[in-house]
């Protein structure tokens, strides 16, 4: 099988806040699973998943589509963790979204 690159969005590092601990607490929980999808390979299973659900074929697919399915897909399955983990439905989820930290930790662009 043909490898497929995917080139996360780099990102700053986070503000540090200094104030409540739950935040902390969920901000760590966030960048640890950020670290587990990351270094797990999980993502690349992922992106496979989704390449073969859609029936692309990576011999004919363009190399600007497939980046474009890759950052869609691994979008995808962050969101639905974060979203899962916080036992949001998805409005509430799109609601919270435009949080700076959300979007540095999930790689929302």
């Known amino acids: 099988m043909q490898s497929i690159t995917y080139q996360p969005f780099l990102r700053p590092a986070l503000p540090e806040v200094n104030g409540c601990k739950e935040y902390r607490e969920e901000r760590q929980l966030f960048i640890r699973i950020d670290e587990l999808l990351h270094t ?12 073969q659900h859609r029936g692309e074929d990576l011999e004919k697919t363009s190399a600007k589509r497939l980046a474009s399915i890759a950052r869609h897909s691994v979008l995808a399955l962050r969101s639905n963790i974060a979203r899962h983990y916080k036992s949001l439905d998805h409005r509430d989820f799109c609601e919270r979204l435009p949080v700076k930290d959300y979007q540095t930790i999930w790689r929302v662009p």
């Open 40 to 51: 797990s390979g999980l993502e690349n299973d992922f992106i496979e998943l989704c390449l």
